[in-house]
C-alpha cells in the first residue's frame, strides 16, 4: 500500500510542479504533462514498467471526454456535420494509410505489415487535440469543428480495424507463440458475449447493446437522475455519473465496440437532457486528472535506450510522418473549402500520431501481426509525434494566425459604401446593443468589426456592417470619419483601443470620441488618450445586480435603488480625483501607495453614507423610486369629498 501512496505522489507533484510552469511559459498544459512524465521516468527514473500499466487505466480520461463531446452535441448538429464526418474523415484516413502503406513497402516490409503501420499512423490524438482546442477556445472554430469531425471518424474506424488486424496475422509470428498464447488466454481470459458466435448473432447483439444505449439514454435516464437528484446528496448524483460512463463503456467492450464510441453515444443522446450541465460538472474533474494521468505515462513511456540505439531512423520517421499528414490534410482543406487561418489549424493539429495507436500496437503483438520489437519503435514513433504537437499548436499561434489575421485584415477588408453619422469600431456583445439603440432612433452608422464571423452573423438578421480592422486609417477614412459627428470604440482588444482612441483625437480633436472600457485602468488609459465619454463594460450591470441582490435579501425595493445611487454618486464625485493620482504614477506602478489609500478612505466614506438616512435628500435619479409623504391619501380624500365650487 505504501509504494502506491509513493508512486501516487510522485505523479501528482509532478503534475503540479510542471504543469503551471508550462502554462506560465505559454507551453500548454498538455506539453507540461508530457516533460512531467519524461522528466520523472527516463530522466530520473522516479516511475518504471507501472508506466504501461497506468497508462491503460489513464486511457478511460479519452472515454470520458468523448462522453462531454457527446453532451456538446446535439443529434440535429451531429446529422449536420455528416459531410465532414464521413468525407473529410474518410479521405483522411484512407488516403493517409495508404501512403504510409507504401512507403512502407518501400523499406521491404510485407504487405499486411505495411498496411498495419499504415492503420496505426493514420489515426490522430483526440486526447491532446481536443484539450488544447478546449484551452485555446478553438472548439468551435471553422478548423476546429472540421479536426473533430476527421477525430471522431477516426474513432468510430478503430471498432473494423480491431476486427481486420487479427486477419494480417504472420504465420511465422502465430507458430512462434502459439503454446505461450494459449497459456496467457488459461490465466487471463477475456471477458466478452460475443466470443464464438457467428457473423450473424454478433451483428444482432451489437445492434442490441447500440439501441439499449440510445433507447435507456432517452427513457430512463430522466426518472433514474430525478430520483437521485431528490435525495440532495450530490456524491450520489457524482456516483450515478460515474456508473453511466462506466457502464456504457464495459457494455461497449463486453461486445467488442470501442467503449470511447459508445460514450460519445450515450452523451449525445443525452445532450438535451435538463441534467447535462450536472452531468458535465460531475465527470469534467475525473477526465482532466485521468488525461493528465495519460500524459505523463506517455512522456514516462519513452525508452530512451531504444530512442539512441536508433536515433535517426526514429527521429526521421517521426517528422516524415507528421509532414506527411499534414499534406493530406491542408490538400483535403481545398477540397472541403476549408479556408484561411482555419486551413492551417486543420492541418497541423492533427499532423500527431494518436493514443489509439498504443491500443492498436499492443493488439498487433498480440495477434502476431507485428513483430514486439518493430512495435516498440513505433510506438516510440507515436510517442515522439504526441510530445511534438504542442509545438505545432505554439507555431500556429505566434507564427502562422498573427500574419494570416493580419493578410486578411489589410487585403480583404470590405468596400464601404454608404457612410453615417456615427461610426461603431466593434460589434461584438457591447458594440451590438449601442448600434440597436442609434438605429431604432434613426441614427445612420456605419458598423465595423475585424471578425468575419461576427460580420456575416449581422448580415443574417439584416444589420449593415463591414468587415475590416478600425484602426486602418485608410478604412475608416473610407467609411467617412471627416464628416462623422461621433466614434464609438468597442472592440474587446485594449490595447488597440487605447491606440484608436489616441489617433482619432491626435488626427480628428473635433471628432466626439466615445469608449467601451474594460475596468477602471482600462478608463484611465482611455481617458489618457483622450476619449470624451468612456462607460466601463461592467459598471452599471454590475450596480443593478447589486441592487437586485439588496431586494433578494429582503431589503426594500425603495431603499435598494437609494443605495444604488448613493454608490453611483460618490463613485462620480471622486472620479476626478482618483484620476489625478493615477497619472502621477510611473509608468510601471499607476496605481500608487497614495491612490490605495485614497480608494481606501472612499470605501469608507462609501460605507458610512450608505448607513444614512436621505429621505430629505432624494437624487434625480431617485424621484420615480421617491414615495409620498406621509398624510398624502388622507389628504387627497379629504380634497376629493369637499365640494366643488361650481357644485354649489
Request: net charge negative.
Amino acid at each position: 500500500m505504501t509504494a502506491y501512496f509513493i508512486q501516487a505522489f510522485i505523479y501528482l507533484f509532478a503534475a503540479v510542479i510542471a504543469v503551471p510552469l508550462a502554462k506560465r511559459a505559454g507551453l500548454g498544459s498538455v506539453l507540461g504533462y508530457l516533460i512531467a512524465g519524461v522528466v520523472i521516468g527516463p530522466v530520473i527514473g522516479l516511475v518504471g514498467e507501472e508506466a504501461n500499466s497506468i497508462q491503460h487505466f489513464a486511457e478511460f480520461g479519452v472515454v470520458m471526454m468523448l462522453f462531454l463531446v457527446g453532451l456538446e452535441l446535439e443529434p440535429k448538429m451531429l446529422w449536420n456535420m455528416r459531410n465532414k464526418l464521413i468525407g473529410l474523415g474518410g479521405l483522411q484516413l484512407g488516403l493517409t494509410t495508404g501512403a504510409v502503406m507504401l512507403i512502407a513497402m518501400l523499406f521491404e516490409f510485407s504487405w499486411s505489415v505495411s498496411l498495419t503501420i499504415g492503420l496505426v499512423f493514420a489515426l490522430s490524438s483526440t486526447a491532446i487535440v481536443l484539450q488544447t482546442f478546449n484551452e485555446k477556445g478553438l472548439s468551435k472554430s471553422e478548423g476546429g469543428q472540421s479536426a473533430f469531425s476527421v477525430l471522431l471518424f477516426q474513432d468510430i474506424a478503430v471498432i473494423p480495424m480491431l476486427a481486420l488486424i487479427p486477419l494480417l496475422a504472420l504465420p511465422e509470428l502465430v507458430e512462434q507463440a502459439q503454446n505461450l498464447t494459449s497459456v496467457a488466454a488459461e490465466q487471463h481470459p477475456e471477458l466478452s458475449l460475443v466470443a464464438g458466435l457467428p457473423s450473424w448473432a454478433y451483428a444482432l447483439v451489437v445492434i442490441a447493446s447500440i439501441i439499449s444505449v440510445v433507447v435507456g439514454g432517452h427513457y430512463l435516464s430522466r426518472p433514474l437522475f430525478s430520483f437521485i437528484a431528490k435525495s440532495g446528496l450530490r456524491e450520489i448524483f457524482t456516483a450515478s455519473a460515474l456508473m453511466l460512463v462506466i457502464g456504457i463503456a464495459a457494455l461497449m467492450s463486453l461486445v467488442g465496440l470501442s467503449p470511447a464510441l459508445g460514450t460519445f453515444l450515450a452523451g449525445v443522446v443525452l445532450a438535451n437532457s435538463e441534467f447535462r450541465h450536472e452531468l458535465e460538472s460531475n465527470i469534467e474533474p475525473f477526465k482532466g486528472l485521468l488525461l493528465g494521468l495519460f500524459f505523463i505515462t506517455v512522456g514516462a513511456g519513452i525508452d530512451f535506450s531504444i530512442l539512441f540505439s536508433d536515433f535517426g531512423f526514429i527521429i526521421s520517421a517521426t517528422l516524415a510522418l507528421m509532414l506527411l499528414k499534414a499534406l493530406v490534410l491542408y490538400l483535403l482543406s481545398f477540397i472541403f473549402n476549408i479556408k484561411g487561418s482555419a486551413r492551417w489549424l486543420f492541418a497541423l493539429s492533427l499532423a500527431q500520431a494518436g493514443e489509439f495507436g498504443f491500443v492498436l500496437l499492443s493488439f498487433t503483438v498480440q495477434n502476431h501481426v507485428i513483430p514486439s520489437d518493430l512495435a516498440q519503435t513505433l510506438s516510440l514513433v507515436v510517442a515522439l509525434s504526441m510530445f511534438l504537437t504542442p509545438a505545432l499548436f505554439i507555431l500556429f499561434d505566434k507564427v502562422i494566425l498573427p500574419r494570416f489575421e493580419q493578410t486578411e485584415n489589410e487585403q480583404q477588408a470590405d468596400k464601404i459604401e454608404e457612410q453615417g453619422s456615427v461610426i461603431i469600431a466593434g460589434v461584438g456583445r457591447f458594440g451590438q446593443i449601442v448600434n440597436r439603440m442609434l438605429v431604432t432612433n434613426g441614427v445612420k452608422t456605419v458598423v465595423l468589426d475585424h471578425s468575419i464571423t461576427q460580420i456575416e452573423l449581422l448580415r443574417r438578421i439584416n444589420t449593415k456592417s463591414y468587415f475590416g480592422d478600425a484602426t486602418n486609417h485608410q478604412l475608416i477614412h473610407t467609411a467617412g470619419i471627416e464628416e462623422a459627428s461621433l466614434f464609438i470604440v468597442a472592440i474587446d482588444d485594449h490595447p488597440r483601443a487605447v491606440e484608436l482612441v489616441s489617433y482619432l483625437k491626435r488626427s480628428y480633436p473635433k471628432l466626439t470620441v466615445l469608449a467601451r472600457a474594460f475596468d477602471r485602468g482600462h478608463s484611465y488609459l482611455l481617458r489618457s488618450a483622450g476619449a470624451d465619454i468612456i462607460v466601463s463594460e461592467t459598471y452599471h450591470s454590475a450596480l443593478e445586480l447589486g441592487r437586485e441582490a439588496l431586494v433578494g435579501l429582503g431589503m426594500h425595493k425603495f431603499k435598494a435603488e437609494q443605495q444604488k445611487a448613493i454608490f453611483d454618486e460618490i463613485e462620480l464625485a471622486h472620479k476626478d480625483e482618483l484620476y489625478h493620482l493615477w497619472s502621477k504614477g510611473s509608468e510601471d506602478d499607476k496605481f500608487t501607495t497614495h491612490f490605495r489609500d485614497l480608494f481606501m478612505e472612499l470605501e469608507n466614506v462609501l460605507g458610512s453614507e450608505m448607513k444614512s438616512d436621505r429621505s430629505d435628500s432624494h437624487s434625480l435619479s431617485e424621484r420615480g423610486w421617491t414615495p409620498p409623504p406621509k398624510g398624502y391619501a388622507d389628504h387627497f380624500e379629504q380634497e376629493s369629498l369637499e365640494p366643488k365650487a361650481e357644485d354649489k
